[in-house]
């Protein structure tokens, strides 16, 4: 079984999750600013940042092709918010996944997006991981997984 591992630290991605490949060097171009939304309360937000992205994909039974690729984004929440209330805030996180073969001679684009709730008390932060399984049909005769994108934002933050 040959097992194909990327794993990319520090990534933050802007709320259109701008994470691409430069053409001439192929290395992820990242934005490592964190995206923070405000909970409308002066100066106090919410934010997330991406600590990791990591890729393992699986051979098919006779070794041909990939068969299946699992993304894993870690994620950390933390607030600066200052009260006796709980944030209740919804995270979503996506991956799009560039999957080339090379029999065929071509490149189809896989995608998946997830949705987290997640609630924080005063001086508390949240780290998660977010799973996607991409699983490709022999018909696909899949060589090579690149992700393209991947990131995290806030969706929504609530007092309560």
């Known amino acids: 079984m040959r097992l194909i591992s990327l794993v990319l ?38 934010c997330v940042e991406v600590t990791a992205v990591n890729q393992e994909c699986e ?21 600066n918010y200052e009260g006796d209330s709980y ?25 998946d997006s997830s949705e987290t709730n997640i609630s924080l008390f005063e001086d508390q932060s949240a780290e998660r991981t977010t799973d996607f399984l991409f699983m490709y049909s022999h018909r696909a005769q899949a060589n090579e997984v690149q992700i393209t994108k991947a990131g995290c934002r806030i969706s929504e933050a609530n007092i309560w």
């Open 59 to 79: 051979d098919s039974i006779l070794g041909e092709f990939l068969e299946s690729c699992t993304v894993d984004i870690e994620y950390i929440v933390t607030s």
């Open 87 to 111: 944030i209740k805030t919804f995270v979503d996180c996506a991956v799009i996944t560039e999957v080339k073969s090379e029999v065929l001679g071509n490149t189809q684009i896989y995608e």
């Open 9 to 46: 630290t520090a990534i933050i991605l802007n709320l259109m999750f701008n994470c691409y490949v430069n053409a001439d060097t192929n290395v992820f171009v990242i934005d490592d600013t964190p995206k923070c939304q405000p909970l409308g309360i002066a100066e106090q937000n919410i």
